[in-house]
């Protein structure tokens, strides 16, 4: 099968989602988004480059990733059944490489040589060092020095990949600060490097170009729901938000579908440690519009617009702001955003890790928890499909660091913990 790219809407000609988005960007920065703009615009309906995308999506990054049915996870909730889109099985273990490997594709398409990018798990930096390996490019990795601490592996991998990473020690040391960091490099380097963004955030034109190089993750589950259900769209679909590529991937292809054919959509925010006590990562829950970025977005920010730092137990949602075409979701509707607790992901991830044997990454645990507790309030016939976006290997430190395991301990608990268990342990 040919790959196509989605035609799904576009914003409007100041790059808005309803009244999100736009371009908040340097003057000099201009130039390049229409460059981007323009490429993209041709690329997508190039078959010379969708050929060779749809080639490196098959034999490189391993797609169509699997739909899988979590039988014990289904029975261990009691209602609905539960299906993982398993974005863990692609090559790098998470769906940042269909973006990256796109980019990629697009900035030697333009001419580009050098190829930044940011991080905060660590995922996105390993899937632009791949990308960049794969079609010698040099490779630039911002990521903040929290998240290296937290993602010491993946500094690994991204530096044993021919990539160099740059510590950032402002602010929080999380993603918002790498990201600040590749926005002056860019400024700085513009006519020879391209920024490969991770997220569906930033100035138009990335938040609908990394969207429909996402899209593959829905528009495989249409087809792959189909020939074990029979029917294209489950009854809920659960994915977690930081900034929100791995939702709007799964989300999109669902979202303009009339409301009575569009199943639930669900965006699992990073509660922290709680909403009501300001050390969280939930923009819609807890935040207000504001602009970071380059892109107006509900973001945690304070009565003079200054960004509160963000808190999550996973560095890859520890990002103050969530896309602009999510925000647009929530706005009119068509997806609702849930919080859910470090607590209550480290819940998740032992639960699907003990029933199923995947350890799944601390982001995508967020929507695993939300999923089984959803799944109580459905019927044994309804369906829930939890986008799985990656996995936990590159967690599993960290997480042992906040269960308090002693380094040499052969096993973590003899059972899965119960959520008041984990929040002593995490105060």
Same mark, same amino acid.
């Given at each position: 099968?040919?790959?196509?790219? &989605?035609?799904?809407?576009?914003?409007? *000609?100041?790059?808005?989602?309803?009244?999100?988005?736009?371009?908040?960007?340097?003057?000099?920065?201009?130039?390049?988004?229409?460059?981007?703009?323009?490429?993209?615009?041709?690329?997508?309906?190039? &078959?010379?480059?969708?050929?060779?995308? *749809?080639?490196?999506?098959?034999?490189?990054?391993?797609?169509?990733?699997?739909?899988?049915?979590?039988?014990?996870?289904t029975d261990h909730a009691g209602g609905a059944k539960i299906y993982l889109k398993?974005?863990?099985?692609?090559?790098?273990?998470?769906?940042?490489?269909n973006n990256c490997l796109a980019q990629a594709l697009l900035a030697v398409r333009?001419?580009?040589?050098?190829?930044?990018?940011?991080?905060?798990?660590?995922?996105?930096?390993?899937?632009?060092?791949?990308?960049?390996?794969?079609?010698?490019? $040099?490779?630039?990795?911002?990521?903040?020095? $929290?998240?290296?601490?937290?993602?010491?592996?993946?500094?690994?991998?991204?530096?044993?990949?021919?990539?160099?990473?740059?510590?950032?020690?402002?602010?929080?040391?999380?993603?918002?600060?790498?990201?600040?960091?590749?926005?002056?490099?860019?400024?700085?380097? %513009?006519?020879?490097?391209?920024?490969?963004?991770?997220?569906?955030?930033?100035?138009?034109?990335? @938040?609908?170009?990394?969207?429909?190089?996402?899209?593959?993750?829905?528009?495989?589950?249409?087809?792959?729901?189909?020939?074990?259900?029979?029917?294209?769209?489950? *009854?809920?679909?659960?994915?977690? !938000?930081?900034?929100?590529?791995?939702?709007?991937?799964?989300?999109? &292809?669902?979202?303009?579908?009339?409301?009575?054919?569009? &199943?639930?959509?669900?965006?699992?925010?990073?509660?922290?440690?709680? %909403?009501?006590?300001?050390?969280?990562?939930?923009?819609?829950?807890?935040?207000?519009?504001?602009?970071?970025?380059?892109?107006?977005?509900?973001?945690?920010?304070?009565?003079?617009?200054?960004?509160?730092?963000?808190?999550?137990?996973?560095?890859?949602?520890?990002?103050?702001?969530?896309?602009?075409?999510?925000?647009?979701?929530?706005?009119?509707?068509?997806?609702?955003?849930?919080?859910?607790? *470090?607590?209550?992901?480290?819940?998740?991830?032992?639960?699907?890790?003990?029933?199923?044997?995947?350890?799944?990454?601390?982001?995508?645990?967020?929507?695993?928890?939300?999923? %089984?507790?959803?799944?109580?309030?459905?019927?044994? $016939?309804?369906?829930? !499909?939890?986008?799985?976006?990656?996995?936990?290997?590159?967690?599993?430190?960290?997480?042992?660091?906040?269960?308090? %395991?002693?380094?040499?301990? @052969?096993?973590?608990?003899?059972?899965?913990?119960?959520?008041?268990?984990?929040?002593?342990?995490?105060?």
């Open positions: 099968m040919t790959l196509t790219l &989605p035609h799904y809407p576009m914003p409007d *000609d100041r790059g808005r989602f309803g009244r999100f988005g736009g371009r908040y960007v340097p003057e000099t920065l201009i130039p390049a988004l229409d460059e981007l703009d323009t490429a993209y615009r041709a690329a997508k309906t190039d &078959p010379a480059f969708l050929s060779e995308l *749809d080639r490196l999506l098959r034999e490189f990054v391993n797609r169509p990733s699997p739909l899988y049915l979590a039988q014990r996870l398993r974005e863990d099985f692609n090559y790098t273990g998470a769906h940042k490489i333009m001419g580009k040589k050098r190829v930044i990018a940011e991080t905060g798990a660590g995922q996105h930096g390993v899937a632009s060092a791949t990308a960049a390996a794969l079609l010698g490019l $040099e490779c630039v990795v911002y990521m903040g020095a $929290e998240d290296i601490r937290r993602q010491s592996l993946n500094v690994f991998r991204m530096n044993l990949l021919g990539a160099e990473v740059r510590e950032v020690t402002s602010g929080t040391s999380t993603l918002k600060d790498a990201t600040n960091e590749a926005i002056r490099d860019w400024v700085t380097n %513009v006519r020879d490097t391209f920024y490969i963004l991770g997220s569906v955030v930033g100035p138009h034109p990335y @938040p609908a170009m990394v969207r429909d190089f996402q899209a593959i993750i829905g528009e495989e589950t249409k087809w792959q729901l189909r020939a074990v259900e029979g029917r294209e769209a489950p *009854d809920a679909i659960v994915a977690c !938000v930081g900034g929100g590529s791995n939702a709007i991937g799964i989300f999109a &292809p669902y979202a303009y579908l009339p409301k009575d054919q569009r &199943p639930r959509l669900i965006g699992t925010e990073a509660a922290g440690e709680g %909403v009501e006590t300001g050390r969280h990562a939930a923009s819609v829950a807890g935040g207000r519009v504001g602009v970071l970025h380059g892109s107006m977005m509900y973001l945690m920010n304070d009565d003079e617009g200054q960004i509160v730092p963000p808190h999550s137990i996973s560095a890859g949602l520890d990002y103050p702001g969530i896309g602009p075409e999510h925000c647009h979701y929530s706005e009119t509707g068509v997806a609702e955003y849930v919080p859910v607790t *470090d607590a209550q992901a480290l819940e998740g991830l032992q639960l699907l890790t003990r029933l199923e044997g995947i350890i799944p990454a601390l982001e995508s645990a967020h929507a695993i928890y939300h999923a %089984v507790e959803l799944a109580r309030t459905m019927r044994p $016939e309804q369906v829930i !499909v939890v986008n799985l976006s990656g996995r936990g290997d590159k967690d599993v430190a960290e997480v042992a660091r906040l269960l308090d %395991v002693p380094k040499d301990a @052969p096993t973590v608990t003899p059972a899965i913990q119960k959520p008041a268990i984990q929040k002593e342990v995490l105060a």
